[in-house]
């Protein structure tokens, strides 16, 4: 069964340092997305990403943050400049067309920043 | 301002007793209604779309029922493994690239 997969499951990072964060979305999915979840806190959304172009972004997602779809297959999500409040589980998650609007996540990138 | 709830936060069962988990929304204009359930340190896993007041869905001891206010998960006679968090979601904009709001999920326990 198709699924969205992540790179690397763990990166830890120090407070200033940049780190990309690397998904591989289900292969013919079109839409893709950025989510993280900060530990016992809710599931919340960063960005979406449609034909090579953000569809829209949270509050949360300012100018140290950035995504790229850098070939046919990879979506990445890219922190400049990392403050410790950047540590949590973040999730990629894609969506096929036809209507559907189910997003499917991958198993998540747990950052550590120091 | 749309939000999403959900209740109990946390439930403690035995390995065959049935219940139900709530969700409630208040979002202008419904687009479908989500069920995920997560498991510790994992990505959230599709369970379920609901579309319209009424809709019901089911997996294998799990149905999904929709009203215009809530949704309900019912879990019938649980095993240990159907323990996780299980969240609702909604969508914001017809549009698949609309972002998904989340409730806070509700913690499932089942003891054998």
């Known amino acids: 069964e198709p699924e969205v997969t992540q790179t690397p499951s763990h990166q830890v990072t120090q407070m200033g340092q940049e780190v990309i964060l690397r998904c591989v979305p289900i292969s013919n999915h079109l839409y893709f997305y950025w989510y993280r979840q900060i530990l016992g806190q809710k599931v919340e959304f960063l960005v979406s990403f449609y034909n090579n172009e953000i569809s829209e972004k949270s509050e949360i997602f300012d100018d140290q943050f950035s995504v790229e779809r850098p070939d046919g297959s990879n979506f990445t999500l890219k922190i400049r400049s990392t403050k410790l409040e950047d540590s949590a589980m973040y999730f990629c998650?894609?969506?096929?067309?036809?209507?559907?609007?189910?997003?499917?996540f991958g198993p998540g990138t747990r950052l550590t920043v120091t | 301002e749309d939000q999403v709830t959900q209740s109990p936060e946390a439930l403690r069962l035995q390995e065959g007793e049935s219940s139900s988990l709530n969700c409630s929304y208040t979002?202008?204009?419904?687009?479908?209604l989500f069920w995920y359930r997560q498991d510790p340190g994992k990505g959230p896993e599709f369970l379920f779309t609901l579309y319209s007041a009424g809709e019901e869905k089911e997996k294998e001891r799990l149905k999904a029922t929709l009203t215009k206010k809530e949704s309900f998960l019912h879990i019938t006679a649980p095993k240990p493994e159907d323990s996780a968090t299980y969240l609702c979601a909604v969508p914001l904009r017809y549009s698949s690239a609309s972002k998904i709001i989340f409730g806070s999920g509700t913690r499932l326990s089942i003891r054998p």
């Open positions: 998650a894609s969506t096929g067309t036809g209507g559907s609007y189910e997003q499917y």
């Open positions: 979002v202008s204009g419904l687009r479908g």
